[in-house]
């Protein structure tokens, strides 16, 4: 438990692997601040993650991550931190990911993942005609980066949040 008085625990994984909610309830358990790359992204913005990858394109957010990943690895500040599915894809993320501290990779399978997003339509890159098709393409071409960032890996496949939290804990 040493580990989390000194460095950040950071969350990566697939999109709907449970990072945010994830994240609050640790925060909570470990009485860390929470924090999440998207939501710190869209509150500087003023614009939410849809209507920045509408307008500027991919490119242009994966360059907010990377920002803002510089500036946190840089503090201090102790924390609880998730970052965005695609976010460990840029080699220099990965690196900087490394820098702010603990890496938790909560590891999901497409399945799961096409249950909990089908009906959401507040992530672009699954706003498409065969969305479970194509997390089945983004996961696997990601899944090398997320395990090259990882300290731990979590399987989070049909676990409630507190299991996940409580197996995160013992195994800091
Ligand atoms: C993305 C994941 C999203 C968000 C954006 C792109 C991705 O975050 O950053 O829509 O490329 O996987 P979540 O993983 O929190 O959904």
Not at 145 to 164: G, L, R
């Amino acid at each position: 438990m040493s580990q989390t008085q000194m460095k950040n625990i950071v969350l990566i994984g697939f999109m709907g692997c449970g990072k945010s909610t994830v994240g609050k309830v640790l925060a909570k358990r470990l009485q860390l601040p929470v924090e999440d790359t998207d939501k710190l992204i869209e509150a500087r913005e003023g614009r939410t993650i849809s209507d920045i990858f509408a307008k500027e394109g991919e490119g242009y957010f994966r360059d907010l991550e990377t920002g803002l990943l510089q500036e946190i690895s840089a503090e201090s500040k102790v924390r609880i931190l998730s970052v965005g599915g695609g976010t460990p894809v840029r080699l220099e993320n990965r690196k900087l990911i490394k820098q702010c501290g603990l890496v938790i990779y909560l590891r999901v399978c497409p399945e799961t993942v096409y249950e909990r997003v089908k009906h959401d339509t507040k992530r672009p890159l699954l706003q498409c005609d065969d969305p479970l098709g194509k997390i089945r393409e983004l996961m696997a071409s990601r899944e090398d980066a997320y395990n090259e960032c990882a300290d731990i890996i979590v399987d989070v496949d049909e676990k409630s949040v507190e299991m996940v939290v409580s197996e995160i804990i013992v195994r800091l």
